[in-house]
């Protein structure tokens, strides 16, 4: 079956503007979860879904990061006031039940670029 | 805190042995994951360890665990250059205010693995 997929698979903007990635999650798994991966590092968490609420947010890194899962399947991770430290590669995962270690399925990520 | 730590960059002969190498801090972690990284491509999911075990295998991959030194390791056989690629080890944990198992992934810097002729 398909994927975890996410648009767009890159975005350019100008250092103040506001980004919305997208992420669709594999057909039925109720967890979502949200990384950053920055240039030679590995992924950093960033948010938890379990269903449609955030169970973890600890990872979001200020108040111009936000995300929503509204119908607890398509999640959309906004940020506002982008900073050129933003720029990164924002991965996307979901997994079948989540809050166990079932296996987190990875996107292809969008790669963030904050000019 | 949570911390992974791996060296960065390992480089074998096609044919040889890899030995991927990571270290992690909570001694609390239950499962351990190897993931591979290729350009352009998301994280795949190699394998996992569950911590009341010390090796697991794999047709080419061996994954050993000490969780007394808190170390974890990654053996690939017959390395080929399909391998080389970024490896991250990663560590389960429970973030604040999350009961009844592991919400997320700790992972280190990644290992890039070149294999050369």
């Known amino acids: 079956g398909a994927g975890v997929s996410q648009t767009p698979s890159n975005k350019v903007t100008e250092k103040g503007k506001y980004v919305e990635l997208r992420c669709d999650p594999i057909?039925?798994?109720?967890?979502l979860y949200w990384y950053r991966q920055s240039l030679g590092q590995g992924p950093e968490f960033l948010i938890y879904f379990q269903g449609t609420g955030a169970a973890d947010d600890s990872g979001l890194p200020n108040d111009r990061f936000f995300a929503v899962r509204p119908e607890g399947s398509v999640s959309t991770l906004k940020i506002q006031r982008t900073e050129r430290g933003d720029s990164a590669v924002y991965l996307c995962?979901?997994?079948?039940?989540?809050?166990?270690?079932?296996?987190?399925?990875f996107g292809p990520g969008t790669r963030l670029t904050v000019l | 805190g949570e911390d992974v730590e791996q060296s960065l960059f390992l480089s074998v002969r096609e044919g040889d042995s890899s030995v991927i190498n990571c270290t992690y801090t909570d001694s609390s972690s239950t499962y351990l994951y190897w993931y591979k990284q290729e350009p352009g491509a998301g994280l795949q999911l190699l394998t996992y360890?569950?911590?009341?075990?010390d090796m697991k295998q794999d047709q080419r991959l061996t994954v050993l665990l000490n969780k007394k030194d808190k170390h974890l390791s990654l053996r690939i056989a017959d390395t080929q250059t399909g391998d080389s690629a970024i490896y991250f080890c990663?560590?389960?944990?429970?973030?604040?205010?999350?009961?009844?198992?592991?919400?997320?992934?700790?992972f280190g810097a990644g290992t890039r693995l070149a294999v050369h002729p």
């Open positions: 057909s039925g798994h109720t967890a």
């Open positions: 990663a560590e389960a944990y429970r973030g604040p205010r999350i009961s009844g198992g592991y919400n997320k992934l700790i």
């Open positions: 360890i569950f911590s009341n075990m």
């Open positions: 995962a979901s997994s079948l039940l989540g809050g166990t270690t079932d296996t987190q399925y």
